[in-house]
């Protein structure tokens, strides 16, 4: 079983739409929660940062973690075709260097 | 323009023929990495440096070396290229100070070996 699963999709959203986008993982050890977003041929950006639980906004993107369920989520409001990328979330512990990441999800936003 | 350039982008080689990918970043960061990307599997993590000289294993470091002689650079080497190790792979940097390890990666190298 992976570390960290992820919705690889595709998932396919007409313009304005709420994206929901979902990570699983298994170590409670995990303390640093990370989005990344992937256009095709560029490299992952970092698009959120989130420690512990709790909600981060940060204009139409809202970053969910629930470390009881180990469950964090990205919102995406008012999606607009621009965000039509691969979407990779990411984590880490608190000492590590390392991060482990999802596989991703890919979001094509019609217009 | 704080940037990670990666150099090839592209490359087609054989099985069996030395190649190196470059990978310079103009930030002072510590910390390097690669990491290769395949479908349904996510990115992985090949090797990281923590400093000049001093580099380890990530979780798939077999047919891969690495070395780092200096702080702004961290090519990655792949000494008898397997058709296995046809991929995508972005290099990383990140600072070492605090906790967060932003990583910031290149546009990537897409390799296929044949």
């Known amino acids: 079983q992976k570390e960290v699963e992820q919705d690889p999709g595709p998932l396919s959203v007409p313009e304005g739409a709420i994206v929901s986008l979902n990570c699983t993982y298994s170590n409670s050890a995990f303390q640093y929660f990370m989005w990344y977003r992937q256009y095709s041929r560029k490299g992952p950006e970092l698009l959120m940062y989130?420690?512990?639980?709790g909600n981060k906004e940060d204009g139409r993107f809202t970053a969910q973690v629930d470390k009881s369920s180990k469950y964090i989520s990205l919102f995406i409001r008012d999606s607009q075709p621009s965000d039509s990328a691969t979407y990779l979330c990411?984590?880490?512990?608190?000492?590590?260097?390392?991060?482990?990441f999802g596989s991703g999800t890919q979001l094509t936003v019609l217009p | 323009e704080a940037q990670v350039t990666q150099n090839p982008r592209y490359l087609i080689t054989v099985t069996g023929k030395k190649l190196t990918v470059t990978c310079s970043q103009n930030m002072n960061h510590e910390y390097m990495s690669w990491y290769r990307q395949d479908p349904g599997l996510g990115l992985r993590q090949i090797y990281y440096?923590?400093?000049?000289?001093?580099?380890d294993k990530g979780d798939v470091p077999e047919g891969y070396k690495v070395s780092r002689k200096e702080k702004r650079n961290f090519p990655l080497i792949l000494e008898s290229p397997s058709p296995n190790q046809t991929s995508l792979y972005f290099c990383a940097s990140s600072s070492m100070s605090g906790a967060k390890n932003i990583q910031y990666f290149g546009a990537g190298t897409r390799l296929s070996v044949l």
């Open positions: 440096s923590m400093n000049v000289e001093v580099t």
């Open positions: 989130t420690y512990s639980s």
């Open positions: 990411a984590m880490k512990t608190g000492s590590a260097r390392q991060l482990t």
